[in-house]
């Protein structure tokens, strides 16, 4: 969809700079395969490793990086990711990652997760990292810092425009996602409940609306209909908010 859009501004402004087309180009040999919308399969999509010593724990890597903390001593990763597609309805991704350091040796499965389209919508079950807001290192509240999530995660499958007096706002993506989260925490296995909407009036401008809620997991209360309400009107008071 970015790649459309980007298409389509250059297309409108040529006269722009030649790089922003050599760019463009490039994606669009890079995801032919998903453009073309044809059934494939790619074994080996990407292959990178990284190494790192450090005489203390680095807290600099951390940053940007699906939760991945590197250790004191000698750090090595190396992840291949492999993705499939059927025609315009399924694809898969997964990316499994060998890791070792001083004390420990184990595979870790980064990315894993299949989607399905149809009529506009997209369905995703696996596992996989998201990024709500506009900052590059941080937001307030989801971002790849943190582990990917095991999650379902329903959203269009392109932003489209609302009808009657809507449509002022602009395109338009709603996205709501409901996941699983770790063992190691207060409430062991709770779940986290996030919504947002996005706008975008002007090619310029765009802006969106979040909500996210923290519920359920061993040792807390089952959620009551108070709760639920108070969840879709974004109050605070109950006790499950997060």
């Not at 392109?158 to 809507?166: D, I």
């Amino acid at each position: 969809r970015l790649l459309s859009e980007a298409e389509e501004n250059w297309n409108m402004h040529p006269e722009g700079s030649p790089d922003a087309n050599m760019i463009i180009l490039r994606l669009r040999e890079e995801f032919k395969d998903e453009l073309e919308k044809t059934s494939f399969i790619k074994p080996v999509d990407n292959i990178h490793t990284r190494f790192l010593y450090s005489e203390d724990s680095p807290y600099f890597t951390n940053i940007n990086n699906n939760g991945d903390a590197f250790r004191e001593g000698f750090n090595f990763r190396a992840n291949i990711s492999l993705s499939a597609g059927i025609a315009d309805a399924f694809s898969l991704y997964l990316s499994p990652e060998y890791r070792l350091d001083e004390d420990n040796s184990y595979g870790e499965l980064v990315y894993g997760y299949l989607t399905f389209d149809a009529v506009g919508v997209r369905l995703e079950i696996g596992r996989d990292s998201m990024w709500w807001g506009a900052g590059y290192h941080g937001n307030l509240l989801v971002t790849n810092n943190a582990k990917p999530f095991d999650m379902a995660k329903l959203t269009s499958q392109k932003p489209f425009v609302l009808p009657w007096f809507f449509k002022y706002l602009g395109l338009f993506k709603p996205t709501i996602f409901l996941a699983r989260l770790e063992e190691d925490r207060d409430f062991p296995r709770a779940n986290l409940l996030g919504m947002r909407l996005d706008f975008k009036p002007t090619q310029r401008f765009q802006f969106g609306l979040n909500r996210v809620f923290m519920f359920g997991g061993h040792g807390r209360k089952s959620l009551n209909l108070n709760d639920w309400l108070n969840v879709l009107i974004a109050s605070d008071s109950a006790e499950h908010s997060g």
